[in-house]
C-alpha cells in the first residue's frame, strides 16, 4: 500500500483542454511537493505546499494543499505539449519526523 | 551553482562488471539520497546520506554499495549487477533530512543497462 495515491495515472488529453491531477493520503504532512519529470531526465521541483488550504500558482499551474494537510490537487489552465511528462507529489511525513515519501505518479501526454 | 550533477548519463555494462555511478553538488546541501526508477513509475529510495554519514539502506543487496568521500560528493558503486536493475538511477539532495519541507534537487540521472 502506497502512502500517496495519485490519480489518474495516466491520463491523454488534447492540447488546450483542463485537467487536474490528485494526491490522496490518510496520513499528515508537514509539506507536499510536486515535481515534473521529462523521459530520460530527473524530476524538477514545481512547488513546496506547507499550510493547510494553501493555493499556488506557477502560470497556468494551480497547486493546492488540503486544509487537513492530508491531500493536494494540481490544476493545469489550458494544456500545452511542453506539460507532457509524469507528475509526482512528494511529502514529507510529520509522523517520521519529515522523511519524504512519492506518490504512485501520473504519466501525462498532451496531443498537439 | 544550484545543480545535482551525475555522470556517466549513460552505461552498459555486463554482469560480471564494476562499474561507478557519480553525483555531485555544490549548494551546501547536507543530505544526499539514490533513488532506483523504472520507466513511468516513481523514484525507490535506496540510500541517504546526512552529513556524510549513512542514515537509510532501504534493504539494498549488497551488489549496490553507496560511498560519501565528502559532503559534495556521493558514489554508487556497482558490481554483479543482475539485468532487472536495468533502470534509471537518480541522485538527488537536499538542505537537511529532516526537518525540510523544501524539496529535493534531482540530477539528471544515469540510464543504466545491464547486459
Known amino acids: 500500500t502506497q502512502l500517496l495515491e495519485q490519480s489518474p495515472q495516466f491520463l491523454s488529453i488534447q492540447e488546450g483542454e483542463n485537467l487536474t491531477v490528485y494526491c490522496n493520503s490518510s496520513?499528515?504532512?508537514?509539506?507536499l511537493q510536486w515535481y515534473r519529470q521529462e523521459p530520460g531526465e530527473g524530476p524538477v521541483l514545481l512547488v513546496t505546499v506547507v499550510t493547510g488550504g494553501e493555493v499556488k500558482k506557477l502560470k497556468r499551474l494551480t497547486f493546492q494543499f488540503g486544509d487537513a494537510r492530508k491531500d493536494s490537487s494540481l490544476h493545469i489552465t489550458a494544456a500545452q505539449p511542453g506539460d507532457t511528462g509524469l507528475y509526482l507529489c512528494?511529502?514529507?511525513?510529520?509522523?517520521?519526523?519529515?522523511?519524504?515519501?512519492f506518490g504512485t505518479g501520473t504519466s501525462l501526454t498532451v496531443i498537439p | 551553482d544550484t545543480e545535482v550533477t551525475q555522470t556517466p548519463k549513460h552505461l552498459v555494462m555486463g554482469m560480471t562488471n564494476k562499474k561507478s555511478l557519480k553525483c555531485e553538488q555544490h549548494?551546501?546541501?547536507?543530505?544526499m539520497y539514490w533513488y532506483k526508477q523504472k520507466a513511468k513509475k516513481p523514484p525507490e529510495l535506496m540510500f541517504v546520506y546526512s552529513y556524510e554519514k549513512l542514515s537509510i539502506n532501504e534493504s539494498v543487496p549488497s551488489r549496490f554499495s553507496p560511498e560519501c568521500p565528502n559532503s559534495s560528493l556521493l558514489n554508487l558503486h556497482l558490481h554483479a549487477l543482475q539485468p532487472e536493475d536495468s533502470a534509471l538511477y537518480l541522485c538527488?539532495?537536499?538542505?537537511?533530512?529532516?526537518?525540510?519541507?523544501?524539496?529535493?534537487?534531482f540530477g539528471s540521472g544515469t540510464r543504466l543497462t545491464v547486459v
Open positions: 538527488a539532495s537536499s538542505q537537511r533530512r529532516q526537518g525540510n519541507p523544501y524539496g529535493y534537487t
Open positions: 512528494a511529502g514529507a511525513l510529520e509522523s517520521t519526523g519529515n522523511q519524504f515519501y
Open positions: 496520513s499528515v504532512f508537514s509539506s
Open positions: 549548494m551546501g546541501h547536507r543530505a
